[in-house]
C-alpha cells in the first residue's frame, strides 16, 4: 500500500541552527502539506503546497520556515534559526484532490527537538 | 472559523468495552468530518470519514455519525481489542485546503 514516508524520525538540533526535515509523498498526489503538534496541543496546520508554490500558509508558517519540491519526489520543510518553541512533531501529509471531502494520506511524523 | 473539540484523555478501558470518544466542531459551512488514527510509531491513518449531514462513517467497527444539529461526530465501538490501542484525532476539512485537529484522544485497552 502506497505510503507517505518521513525522514529522520527524531531529530535533535541546537538552538539557532538549521533544520531540513523530509518527506516522500504518494507518488501520484499533487497536493501536499506539513501539520505540526506541540506536545499535548492540537495538530496544527503549517502550509499546503501544489503545482511548485505555497497555495495556502497559516501564520505560523512566517519567514523562518520554507518548503521546497527539489525533485520529483520529496518535499521538504526547511526552518531557519531554530527556536526552543519549534519543538514538536512535524507530519507531511499528501492528497490526490483538492477537494473538502478527501482526505489526505500522513506520514508518521519528525519528532524535532530544539534543545 | 473552524474549530474541533476533542474528549481529553487518557482513556483506558478493557478489552470487550464500549468505547465512545466524544468530538464536537465549529465550521462556517458544510465540512467533511474524519476520525484518524494513530498507532505506536505510524502516521495518521484514515479510520472514516462522513461528508454530510447525517452519514455515518464506518470502519473495522468503528463508527461516527455527522450530526449537524448538535455539531458532532462521536466515535464509537461496540467492543474495544487491545489492537485498537492508539491516539485518535477528531478532524475537519472545510472548503479551504486544511484539516482543523483535535488534540487526540490516547486509547489504551488492557486484556
Known amino acids: 500500500e502506497p505510503e507517505v514516508t518521513q525522514t529522520p524520525s527524531h531529530q535533535v538540533t541546537q538552538m539557532g541552527q538549521e533544520v531540513i526535515l523530509r518527506c516522500v509523498p504518494i507518488?501520484?498526489?499533487?497536493?501536499f502539506y506539513w501539520y505540526r503538534q506541540i506536545l499535548g496541543q492540537k495538530v496544527e496546520f503549517l502550509v499546503s503546497f501544489y503545482n511548485n508554490e505555497i497555495s495556502e500558509k497559516s501564520e505560523i508558517f512566517d519567514d523562518q520556515f520554507s518548503v521546497e519540491r527539489p525533485d520529483g519526489s520529496n518535499f521538504t520543510l526547511k526552518i531557519r534559526s531554530t527556536k526552543l518553541e519549534d519543538s514538536a512533531m512535524y507530519f507531511c501529509?499528501?492528497?490526490?484532490?483538492?477537494?473538502?471531502?478527501?482526505?489526505?494520506?500522513f506520514g508518521q511524523g519528525t519528532r524535532l527537538t530544539v534543545v | 472559523g473552524n474549530s474541533v473539540t476533542q474528549m481529553e484523555g487518557p482513556v483506558t478501558l478493557s478489552e470487550e468495552a464500549f468505547l465512545t470518544i466524544n468530538c464536537t466542531y465549529t465550521?462556517?459551512?458544510?465540512?467533511?468530518l474524519f476520525w484518524y488514527v494513530q498507532y505506536p510509531g505510524e502516521g495518521l491513518q484514515l479510520l472514516l470519514k462522513a461528508t454530510k449531514a447525517d452519514d455515518k462513517g464506518s470502519n473495522k467497527g468503528f463508527e461516527a455519525t455527522y450530526r449537524k444539529e448538535t455539531t458532532s461526530f462521536h466515535l464509537e465501538k461496540g467492543s474495544v481489542q487491545v489492537s485498537d490501542s492508539a491516539v485518535y484525532f477528531c478532524a475537519l476539512r472545510g472548503t479551504g485546503n486544511q484539516f482543523y485537529f483535535g488534540t487526540g484522544t490516547s486509547l489504551t485497552v488492557i486484556p
Open positions: 465550521a462556517t459551512g458544510y465540512p467533511s
Open positions: 501529509a499528501s492528497s490526490d484532490q483538492d477537494l473538502g471531502n478527501t482526505e489526505a494520506f
Open positions: 507518488s501520484n498526489h499533487l497536493y
